[in-house]
């Protein structure tokens, strides 16, 4: 589960060019958006990209959905202007893309805080190339503001060299990696995106593996895919009815002293309560942000 109980099931990423899609992500049933700077803006359009960015997430509209903004890197022309832009925009936190060092979270985190960003602003990074990899650790824990770590998988395989295939074994490694740190720093982690839009039963299987693999749930680049990740990634109702079970017994045999609990003749240890009370939690969550709209 998430390091909170905050939905992150399906995040689609939103070209800041466009306006229309800007507009779009208010009413998309996605847990979050990232609005993007980088990869999908020509260089030519960075600037006003930016503009309208910050203003669509100064005007607000986008209800519970969590609001990620990636910014160009500091070593682009753009990178710089983009941080000090997003820092005081609203969002929920700054994605940067292709880190592979604490000491660029740390930089752009200065910048963040000479910007005036507000405390709870969080920074995830783009985990992308061998050198991030090799780095993930320390850059899971370089500071307080660390949200969360997004898969680029796509450049990965172009640094790596490697071919996609439908199960990932060239990925494995550094998907494992990367889960490993973001568990032990508490952060949030997102698969990578899947590329191929008529495939919707290989999507599903990406899905699913991500699900297994630990993931708390995955980026997307076409709406019409957010049902499925959605249904995947979020707790079924079998799931909330047995964590429900689970707290009511634990809560009980608390009650009588008991330092053991079994339910249907399973042993239950303090690691699945706390599972179970997240299960619940994101059921509630993502009960809320439904009826939020």
Not at 36 to 65: C, F, H, N, T, W
Not at 276 to 284: P, R, T
């Given at each position: 589960?998430?390091?909170?109980?905050?939905?992150?099931?399906?995040?689609?990423?939103?070209?800041?060019?466009?306006?229309?899609?800007?507009?779009?992500?208010?009413?998309?049933?996605?847990?979050?958006?990232?609005?993007?700077?980088?990869?999908?803006?020509?260089?030519?359009?960075?600037?006003?990209?930016?503009?309208?960015?910050?203003?669509?997430?100064?005007?607000?509209?986008?209800?519970?959905?969590?609001?990620?903004?990636?910014?160009?890197?500091?070593?682009?022309?753009?990178?710089?202007?983009?941080?000090?832009?997003?820092?005081?925009?609203?969002?929920?936190?700054?994605?940067?893309?292709?880190?592979?060092?604490?000491?660029?979270?740390?930089?752009?985190?200065?910048?963040?805080?000479?910007?005036?960003?507000p405390a709870d602003m969080k920074i995830w990074c783009m985990m992308e190339?061998?050198?991030?990899?090799?780095?993930?650790?320390?850059?899971?824990?370089?500071?307080?503001?660390m949200g969360g770590f997004v898969m680029g998988t796509s450049d990965l395989?172009?640094?790596?060299?490697?071919?996609?295939?439908?199960?990932?074994?060239?990925?494995?490694?550094?998907?494992?990696?990367?889960?490993?740190a973001a568990r032990a720093a508490n952060i949030a982690i997102l698969d990578?995106?899947?590329?191929?839009?008529?495939?919707?039963?290989?999507?599903?299987?990406?899905?699913?593996?991500?699900?297994?693999?630990?993931?708390?749930?995955?980026?997307?680049?076409?709406?019409?895919?957010?049902?499925?990740?959605?249904?995947?990634?979020?707790?079924?109702?079998?799931?909330?009815?047995?964590?429900?079970?689970?707290?009511?017994?634990?809560?009980?045999?608390?009650?009588?002293?008991?330092?053991?609990?079994?339910?249907?003749?399973?042993?239950?240890?303090?690691?699945?309560?706390?599972?179970?009370?997240?299960?619940?939690?994101?059921?509630?969550?993502?009960?809320?942000?439904?009826?939020?709209?």
């Amino acid at each position: 589960m998430a390091a909170t109980a905050r939905p992150r099931r399906s995040v689609l990423y939103m070209p800041g060019s466009n306006a229309r899609a800007l507009e779009k992500g208010r009413t998309l049933p996605a847990d979050g958006l990232i609005l993007d700077l980088e990869d999908a803006v020509a260089p030519d359009a960075k600037e006003v990209a930016r503009e309208q960015i910050v203003s669509a997430v100064k005007e607000g509209g986008y209800g519970m959905r969590e609001i990620l903004i990636r910014t160009n890197g500091l070593n682009t022309p753009w990178g710089y202007d983009d941080i000090v832009a997003a820092s005081t925009s609203g969002a929920d936190a700054i994605l940067l893309p292709k880190v592979e060092s604490a000491d660029t979270v740390r930089q752009v985190e200065a910048i963040m805080d000479a910007s005036g960003a507000p405390a709870d602003m969080k920074i995830w990074c783009m985990m992308e190339t061998p050198r991030g990899m090799l780095h993930a650790e320390e850059i899971a824990d370089s500071t307080d503001r660390m949200g969360g770590f997004v898969m680029g998988t796509s450049d990965l395989a172009k640094e790596l060299r490697c071919a996609h295939t439908m199960m990932r074994l060239p990925f494995m490694m550094s998907l494992n990696v990367c889960i490993l740190a973001a568990r032990a720093a508490n952060i949030a982690i997102l698969d990578g995106v899947y590329l191929d839009l008529s495939d919707d039963e290989g999507f599903a299987e990406h899905c699913q593996q991500g699900f297994e693999l630990g993931f708390d749930g995955k980026t997307l680049i076409h709406p019409k895919t957010v049902g499925k990740a959605n249904e995947i990634f979020g707790p079924s109702e079998k799931e909330v009815e047995w964590s429900k079970k689970i707290i009511a017994a634990h809560a009980e045999a608390e009650s009588e002293g008991k330092g053991v609990v079994v339910v249907d003749g399973k042993l239950i240890e303090n690691l699945h309560v706390v599972t179970a009370k997240q299960v619940v939690a994101q059921a509630e969550a993502i009960a809320k942000m439904e009826a939020d709209g």
